[in-house]
């Protein structure tokens, strides 16, 4: 059994496919659910809904997640802050 070569099943993940529930986003960013509701509701990363209450990431959108924890964090950037950089850089 040690043998068989696991990469060879490996699957492909579609970074813009919402597949990531809340908790798991949470996990995978470092940044608490409150903090993932909150850039939801002002529009700086916005789930995709599952239902009424599902919120679901895409692996694109973790990865933004995590630089605005680095920028939380590292360079003390508050959100509404964060949300005037990221627009900047997405209109370059």
Known sequence: MDDIIFHDFDIEIDPEEPLFIISVASD???????????????????????????????????TKLKYIRYLMEEKNVNISGIKI????EESQ
């Open 85 to 88: 950089i990221l627009e900047m």
């Open 28 to 62: 995978m960013s470092g940044l608490p659910i409150w903090t993932l509701r909150k850039l939801d509701c002002l529009g700086v990363v916005e789930a995709d809904r599952r239902g009424k209450k599902i919120r679901c990431y895409s692996k694109k959108q973790i």
